[in-house]
């Protein structure tokens, strides 16, 4: 099993920043590779950015997010980052956390995320 506890969300303004945090426990060490998903009013849940669990941690980003967010781990490993510059109303929407582990997918509670002025 693997939990996953996101935090970091919150307002802010068109062009501000946030960094979006995920707790990750239990067995990550299955793991090959952790992400974020969003979910905006009205939308489905797209993907915004994703990193390979093994020493190379190899990320790719959503077209939409490119340039403006990064994925990342933390040094230990067991903490997951995503780096939020440039905001835009656009990127208002609930932030996922989730892990592939074992050929099973899991997800965090979700964190909020409004850009407005």
């Known amino acids: 099993q693997v939990q996953l506890v996101e935090s970091g969300g919150g307002l802010v303004q068109p062009g501000g920043s946030l960094r979006l945090s995920c707790a990750a426990s239990g067995s990550i060490s299955i793991c090959p590779g952790m992400g974020w998903y969003r979910q905006g009013p009205g939308k489905q849940r797209e993907f915004v950015a994703w990193?390979?669990?093994?020493?190379?941690?190899?990320?790719t980003h959503a077209d939409s997010v490119k340039g403006r967010f990064t994925i990342s781990r933390g040094y230990a490993k067991n903490t997951l980052y995503l780096q939020m510059n440039r905001l835009e109303s656009e990127d208002s929407a609930v932030y996922y956390c989730?892990?592939?582990?074992?050929?099973?997918?899991?997800w965090g509670q979700g964190t909020q995320v409004t850009v407005s002025s």
């Open positions: 990193i390979t669990t093994n020493d190379s941690d190899s990320t």
């Open positions: 989730s892990a592939v582990c074992d050929s099973s997918r899991y």
